[in-house]
């Protein structure tokens, strides 16, 4: 990947964690490679992105339902879905230095990135990029396990269990969110390649033969989704891999790419895995996986094709495409200033409303609680700062990209009416706190991008 603007993805990094987004995992020992820990608000965000996949995969749709299975499984089904053999990077090591690389991130064959020594490189050797442990007290082979590298073969080991439960006939998909494990040899650009990670994951399983209407249909369906949560079209790109790209089990495959601070880098694969899995996990467990299709009397593999997202990306993306420094002149004194800003969608924004009381007396931080207790019961996240000036505390909101400030002023005790402040216009309006719920409401709804 490119170095292309270094400065700016610091000082997002930086204000990730002055603001409580994320934190190096294990700082007080001297921190862990590769390893985050999310802060207060980058928690907020990361189930905000969630939300908003389950409910554009899940609870938005007919045709697919949820599942959430272990991270560790049966040791066969790595076998079988072929990542004991196949899920390796290849790795050079280089004589002079001592480094170790990935063999496809080399810039020049041969040539040693760390110390440029030429022809002082190993032979390219296969590693596997699984976690191993042990399940139980004792460490042998036969005890051996692995933490999953991907979400989706629990998938396709409950097949069945869900068609039987749930009752689903393709086309139909079964989603699920969580942790996933790769023993990456080259972790880093700070979240988006870690040894531990969240993923998104849907197994959309269809007759055979429907395979490329429903890629081409979950291609534009994922390009679309980080549309309409505000990532700017312009910096999204589709890349369809080239066919010694392709993992073992795909036959086609379309990446979401963002063009990040570092380059154009995957969001999120669409893959078109036929019946490789069902197949595989039939031979080897001697289990029938196949459908039986009652109104045509045919039994057959289902085919899958597979939207693959990382959360940890998502949330990525929305925070470097949220980013923004705004230069200022003021009005009356000419003076420059610049506004640090996150222009999240409301539904992504870690905090919806923020309640301000104009000042800390006359019953204004009572009536700002009072408020912020509202918007709370109504399901709308609210957070309360009475400290320092006005300016200021609209400006530390932008900064983690709070979409409305609130402000108690006199005319609130008087009137029952407050100031909503937008934080990408800055624009001010009145409203009477009866409307405030629905009000919000309204504007988290027809929110749109500038
Ligand atoms: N089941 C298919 C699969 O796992 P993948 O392209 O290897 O496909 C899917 O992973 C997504 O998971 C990626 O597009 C990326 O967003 C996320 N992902 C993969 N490895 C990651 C890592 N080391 N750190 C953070 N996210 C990762």
Known sequence: ????????????????????????????????????????LGAELKRNVKNAWWQAMVTGREDIVGL??????????????????????????????????????????????????????????????????FAGPVEDASHT??????????????????????????????????????????????????REFEQMEMEFFIPPGEDDQWYEYWIKQRHEW??????????????KHDDDELAHYSTGCTDVEYEFPF??????????RGCFDLTQHSEA????????????????????????????????TFLVDAYDEEKLVDQKSGKEDVRTVLHFHPQIAPTTTAVFPLVKKEGMPEKAKEIQGILQAAGISSFYDQKGAIGRRYRRQDEVGTPWCLT???????????????????????????????????????????
């Not at 396709?156 to 439960?165: G, I, Q």
């Not at 995957?266 to 078109?272: P, Q, V, W």
């Open 145 to 194: 396990v692995y933490l999953r590298p991907e979400t989706a073969q629990g998938i396709f080991t409950n097949f069945v269990n869900v068609v039987n439960s749930a009752r689903m006939k393709p086309p139909f998909g079964i989603a699920q969110i969580g942790k996933s494990f790769r023993n990456e040899i080259t972790p880093g650009n700070f979240v988006f390649r870690t």
């Open 226 to 239: 980080y549309v309409r949560f505000g990532v700017r079209a312009e910096k999204l790109r589709l890349r």
């Open 285 to 316: 467990s001697g289990k029938d996986l196949s459908f039986f299709d009652e109104a045509k009397k045919e039994r057959y593999l289902p085919h899958v094709v597979e939207p693959a997202a990382g959360c940890d990306r998502a949330a990525m």
């Open 68 to 133: 959430d299975s272990a991270i560790i499984q049966h040791p066969a089904i790595w076998q079988a879905s072929g990542h004991l053999a196949g899920f390796a990077d290849l790795l050079v090591d280089c004589r002079v230095c001592k480094g170790r690389f990935r063999e496809d991130h080399l810039e020049q064959k041969g040539v040693c990135p760390n110390c440029g020594g030429k022809g002082d490189l190993t032979e390219a050797r296969a590693f596997n990029l699984m976690f191993k442990t």
């Open 1 to 40: 990947m490119a170095s292309k603007s270094p400065d700016l993805m610091e000082r997002i990094v930086s204000l990730c964690k002055r603001r409580g987004f994320v934190f190096q995992s294990s700082e007080i020992y001297g921190g862990f490679n590769s390893c985050y820990d999310y802060g207060p």
């Open 263 to 272: 380059g154009w880098s995957e969001l999120e694969g669409i893959a078109k």
């Open 408 to 450: 108690v002023d006199g005319d609130t005790l008087s009137e029952g009416t407050v100031t909503i402040r937008d934080r990408d216009s800055m624009k001010q309006d009145r409203c009477p706190v009866a409307d405030l719920v629905e009000e919000i409401r309204t504007r988290v709804r027809n929110w749109k991008r500038e």
